[in-house]
């Protein structure tokens, strides 16, 4: 099938972030081609049926469904988010993560390359930094993940590296601290199984009244809670779109940039504004550290915002919150209707 269109290969479409990206790619005029296989199934991602993309159900590590998306399509360019990505997971199940993230993307790039098409984006990390030796940090911070997870995001940032010197790749790896947030009147938001993001948990507790467990309070930070960077899944998107403007309309070099708000939140800070937003109170239980947390994580955005123009307008952490609570209660609405009576009612 051919487009006027440009198109777009997105791995990991139907997820959290990849989706949010193929809806504003849509918008912005790009023919958007979702690879998922759905093996992450939330009520949204089980149930695809976004009108404004091409939905292709599949594993992005099959290389003859490549070859035939490749030779059938023509590819601007793959946005790859497709990817395993619980930490803790990572460190139990390490192979399953070398496995799905770095294997299926040896797939992948050679795919790509067989057939030409030679520009990605990728979903990188802060967690190929490690423990931060400086905050906030900044892309020329050592790369030193401390998790199988953080390593599979470095070692794919290494392998882009190679690919560019060996086949004339163009690449874009964007670092992504905390994605938050949601486009709730499209009907995207985040939902995660198992859910292991901090906002969408505080959400569901403040929905089921069920308890959220605070993991260390004794960290060196000002109230002991953890500090992080929390960025909206929406100006994440508007990364992928600029970032796909400076490889293809501008012909700029491969870079690596990181994507927060340059503002750190503790976890309390985040219990405080959850409980605002929602009016209600939260069981919060303290319990002991999680392995692998480092105390603070905070980006330095400056590289993105210089050389992308990106400005990460809507990473207000309270309207971050308000739009992912508006999605956590239609999610609600859903676990009461049911999956399908509460598609026909969205129709
Ligand atoms: N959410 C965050 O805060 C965050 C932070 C840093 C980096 N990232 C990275 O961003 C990307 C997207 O994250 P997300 O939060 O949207 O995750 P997600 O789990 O919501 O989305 C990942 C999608 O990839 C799909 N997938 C996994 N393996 C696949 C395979 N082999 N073939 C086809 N599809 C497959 C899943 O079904 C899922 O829909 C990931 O690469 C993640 O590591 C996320």
Redesign the pocket.
């Known amino acids: 099938m051919e487009h006027d269109k440009k198109t777009i290969l997105i791995?990991?479409?139907?997820?959290?972030?990849?989706?949010h990206t193929a809806w504003l790619l849509a918008k912005k005029g790009f023919h958007v081609l979702v690879?998922?296989?759905?093996?992450?199934?939330?009520f949204f991602?089980s149930s695809f049926s976004h009108r404004w993309a091409e939905f292709v159900q599949?594993?992005?590590?099959?290389a003859q469904l490549l070859a035939r998306l490749f030779s059938t399509y023509r590819i601007t360019a793959v946005m790859?988010?497709?990817?395993?990505?619980v930490v803790s997971e990572s460190v139990q199940h390490p192979l399953n993560y070398y496995q799905?993230?770095v294997s299926?993307t040896v797939t992948l790039l050679d795919a790509m390359v067989k057939h030409n098409v030679l520009t990605m984006i990728f979903?990188?990390?802060?967690?190929v930094y490690g423990n931060p030796l400086f905050v906030p940090l900044t892309e020329e911070h050592p790369c030193a993940p401390i998790s199988p997870?953080g390593t599979t995001?470095y070692m794919i940032e290494l392998m882009l590296k190679e690919c560019e010197a060996a086949y004339g790749l163009q690449y874009v790896a964007l670092?992504?601290?905390?994605?938050?947030g949601a486009l709730p009147y499209e009907g995207l938001g985040?939902?995660?199984v198992p859910e292991t993001?901090g906002i969408p948990l505080l959400l569901h507790a403040a929905v089921t009244g069920k308890p959220f467990y605070l993991f260390g309070t004794d960290y060196e930070t000002k109230d002991g809670t953890c500090i992080r960077d929390y960025v909206h899944?929406r100006d994440i998107a508007d990364a992928h779109h600029k970032a796909l403007l400076h490889l293809v309309q501008h012909k700029n070099p491969s870079d690596v940039f990181n994507l927060g708000s340059g503002v750190g939140h503790s976890v309390k800070e985040l219990i405080a504004a959850v409980e605002y937003v929602t009016k209600k109170e939260l069981l919060v239980i303290p319990t002991a550290r999680r392995k692998g947390d480092p105390a603070v994580l905070v980006a330095d955005p400056a590289k993105a915002m210089t050389i992308l123009q990106w400005n990460p307008l809507h990473s207000d952490l309270a309207l971050m919150i308000q739009s992912a609570w508006l999605f956590e209660q239609s999610l609600e609405h859903v676990r009461k209707l049911g999956t399908k009576a509460y598609l026909q009612t969205n129709e």
């Open positions: 791995t990991g479409g139907a997820g959290y972030i990849g989706s690879l998922d296989d759905l093996s992450q199934t939330s991602s599949g594993d992005y590590g099959d790859h988010f497709a990817a395993f990505t799905n993230n299926k979903s990188s990390s802060c967690a997870y995001k670092r992504y601290f905390n994605a938050a985040e939902q995660h993001h899944v």
